[in-house]
């Protein structure tokens, strides 16, 4: 063995480190999360807060008026079903509620977010130095640095200032899962790449791949937790209790008006992106086999994937497909880019299987 190929086999046993130590730091910031909702969920203010909304909600206003020396009064209008932006349910107090111990473990809980992204990024980073070449060549690589753009989406969020607290819980769980996939069952030994990804496409269209997938993850975050919030709000403006476990979280969640918004916005701003993942694709394809496009089943999926979204954005922007039946589009949506990514490069076999797994 040379002295380069000793060094870079040390720098990739110091990037399993880093992932390891980044797991284990994203446990604890999982268990202060944890913290965070139990001790969020005893908070009565917040609990009191939904219940007046939903009394409000659920009882239809008597209106009086004066005609003359008679007093009318107006059949109140009983609201049965409405719509997400016209409910007046404000949004939750987030995670914490408002206990204030609760609050303390979820800055904790952001604080060691943050520690793990650091380990995170540096295991990246040592994995790229280990192997001379960008770092997510196959899925262990693609999935480590998937799961560190993600956690960064969120961190830039929170930098600047926006209220996607309630995501980290979530999303914490999810870079678990993923990491713990990709060391498990996805590990490759640091290795050199087939000549036909020797392209410095691979730095362009990889990476936009990825950050897309980041920005979409967040997207089907908040709309899956929008169904259960939206529905939750039907049960309010229906007169339904609130009371128990399930609606202490709920509760504490955006409003879906909120939810909806948010991941519309996200999808629509990195939609541009994936587009150009998909045509930057096809131009490296026609530099390393010949053709721009040949229904190769990673091609076929990222365009089912992106008209899928495409038409998630369309149906969003018209009046009669807000709400439910969008939120529905876009969790379909990104099932189709999940199975694009595991499905198809573990079941299926084509031109993007060489790299391994």
């Known amino acids: 063995m040379t002295a380069a190929a000793a060094v870079n086999e040390n720098v990739a046993h110091i990037s399993n480190y880093l992932v390891y130590s980044a797991m284990a730091v994203y446990t604890l910031a999982f268990l202060a999360h944890i913290a965070e909702w139990t001790f969020g969920s005893r908070s009565k203010v917040a609990v009191q807060s939904a219940a007046l909304v939903g009394e409000q909600s659920a009882k239809p206003a008597v209106t009086v008026r004066s005609q003359g020396g008679t007093t009318v009064l107006d059949r109140p209008k009983v609201v049965t079903r409405t719509t997400a932006s016209d409910r007046g349910i404000p949004d939750g107090p987030g995670a914490a509620g408002e206990d204030e111990q609760g609050d303390l473990y979820g800055r904790i809980a952001i604080s060691l977010t943050a520690l793990a992204w650091v380990l995170h990024v540096g295991g990246v980073v040592a994995r790229a130095v280990s192997v001379e070449r960008a770092p997510w060549g196959n899925m262990y690589e693609f999935s480590m640095t998937f799961g560190a753009t993600a956690v960064t989406a ?22 678990l899962l993923d990491l713990g996939l990709a060391v498990s069952v996805l590990y ?12 410095y496409w691979l730095w362009i269209h990889v990476s936009c791949a990825i950050i897309s997938g980041a920005v979409f993850f967040l997207g089907a975050t908040a709309t899956f937790l929008y169904l ?49 993942t998909i045509i930057a694709g096809a131009i490296w394809a026609e530099a390393a086999w010949g053709r721009y496009w040949g229904w190769d089943p990673k091609e076929t999926w990222s365009f089912i994937t992106w008209v899928v979204y495409a038409c998630y954005l369309h149906a969003r922007a018209t009046a009669g497909w807000k709400g439910r ?22 079941f299926i076999t084509g031109k993007h299987s060489y790299a391994g797994v």
């Open 188 to 199: 490759t030994a640091s290795d050199q790449l087939v000549p036909a990804l020797h392209s």
């Open 228 to 276: 259960f919030r939206d529905n939750y709000e039907v049960g309010l403006t229906q007169g339904k209790p609130n009371k128990g476990t399930w609606a202490g979280i709920m509760n504490r969640l955006p409003a879906a008006a909120s939810l909806d918004k948010f991941a519309y916005r996200v999808n629509a701003a990195v939609f541009p992106l994936w587009t150009f």
């Open 154 to 175: 969120y961190l830039v969020l929170l930098l600047l200032k926006k209220n996607v607290r309630w995501i980290g819980l979530f999303l914490v769980t999810a870079v």
């Open 325 to 346: 039946k969008a939120a529905y589009l876009a969790l379909l949506a990104f099932a189709c880019f999940i199975f694009n990514y595991y499905g198809v490069n573990i």
